[in-house]
């Protein structure tokens, strides 16, 4: 099956500061999405991003499907941005298989 | 709204014991997802129901048993659970193929 590797794995910053998390799939997929889980278990959606670059707000997000990468940047992070980071591709159609995951935890 | 509800939010039960959780979504979505997280790991996809249609994780063991009995509802029956099956339930919908929307989750433990 599909390989989904995040990277780095666990990731402290000092509140104000930026970061960059990768997910590199070892296959082609059709969508992929990034997800924060909060500390009760929640997953909110991020971004929805098969390809192509999307922001919102401090977050913003780039897949290279034909690299087989997708990357979320964190400016100014804030104590609220802690959690867990997913990245989820989908390869054959309502199939998703999730990333590793990046635990951060953002520092005042 | 983009709102998948889960029941109940936690659950204790024996071994012996037959429990169901329940998720519900009003978005039109034709697609469910039920999926099982362990302690500091990722979700793993149990099943899928899309368009009625049911979907197996084949590692999945046959005391877990989905039901769909509408395309808003989706059922997870539990039955003779053991210890290690204690994890985050988690659901999600989706419009297929599409963006996926999950619930806040069950948060189970077998004794």
């Known amino acids: 099956g599909i390989q989904v590797e995040q990277s780095p794995p666990d990731l402290i910053l000092q509140e104000g500061a930026n970061s960059t998390l990768r997910c590199n799939f070892s296959?082609?997929?059709?969508?992929l999405q990034w997800f924060h889980q909060n500390p009760w278990g929640q997953l909110i959606n991020l971004f929805y991003?098969?390809?192509g670059t999307k922001q919102n707000g401090r977050l913003s997000a780039t897949t290279v499907a034909t690299e087989r990468y997708s990357l979320l940047y964190i400016s100014s992070s804030q104590t609220t941005d802690s959690g867990v980071y997913f990245c989820?591709?989908?390869?054959?159609?309502?199939?998703?298989?999730f990333g590793t995951g990046t635990s951060l935890t953002v520092i005042p | 709204d983009t709102e998948v509800t889960q029941t109940p939010k936690h659950l204790v039960m024996g071994m012996t014991n037959k429990k169901s959780l329940k998720c519900e979504q009003h978005?039109?979505?034709?697609?469910m997802y039920w999926y099982k997280q362990k302690a500091k790991k990722p979700p793993e996809l149990m099943f899928v129901y899309s368009y009625e249609k049911l979907s197996i994780n084949e590692s999945v063991p046959s005391r877990f048993s989905p039901e769909c009995p509408n395309s808003s509802l989706l059922n997870l029956h539990l039955h003779a659970l053991q210890p290690e099956d204690s994890a985050l339930y988690l659901c999600?919908?989706?419009?297929?193929?599409?963006?996926?929307?999950f619930g806040p989750g069950t948060r189970l433990t077998v004794l």
């Open positions: 296959d082609s997929v059709n969508n």
């Open positions: 991003i098969p390809s």
């Open positions: 999600a919908s989706s419009q297929d193929p599409n963006e996926q929307f």
């Open positions: 989820a591709v989908d390869v054959t159609g309502n199939q998703f298989y």
């Open positions: 978005m039109g979505h034709r697609a």
